[in-house]
């Protein structure tokens, strides 16, 4: 059975920094590509940010470039995000999500969804 278990978020100051972990249990790193999204209620999900199974693409939105990095640690089944300046418009809960179908935006194309970790900062 795949798990994916968030941790790592909670209330933090504008301009301050967070760092999301994901561990992975029931599946392979090197057969999947991970990847974060977020969402705010009332909102679609948003793509964050996607990384390859060996670490060696990764891709971001446009709202998080230059500020948060996606890394991987195969021999942990974890991925991370580090997110730094953060804004209170990156209030949302973060998911990470695992595909086998390449390094995709597209929230449909993910197979497995973890169940999210609350991040909010204050103005």
């Known amino acids: 059975q795949v798990q994916l278990v968030e941790s790592g978020g909670g209330l933090v100051q504008a301009g301050g920094s967070l760092r999301l972990s994901c561990a992975a249990s029931g599946l392979s790193f090197s057969r999947y590509h991970m990847a974060w999204f977020r969402q705010v209620p009332g909102k679609e999900r948003e793509f964050v940010a996607t990384?390859?199974?060996?670490?060696?693409?990764?891709m971001y939105a446009d709202s998080v470039k230059g500020r948060f990095t996606i890394s991987s640690d195969n021999a942990k089944n974890t991925v991370y995000l580090q997110m730094n300046s953060l804004k209170p418009e990156d209030t949302a809960v973060y998911s990470c999500a695992a595909t086998s179908r390449g390094v995709r935006v597209e929230s449909y194309l993910y197979n497995y969804w973890g169940q999210g970790t609350q991040v909010t900062v204050s103005s």
């Open positions: 990384i390859g199974w060996n670490g060696g693409v990764t």
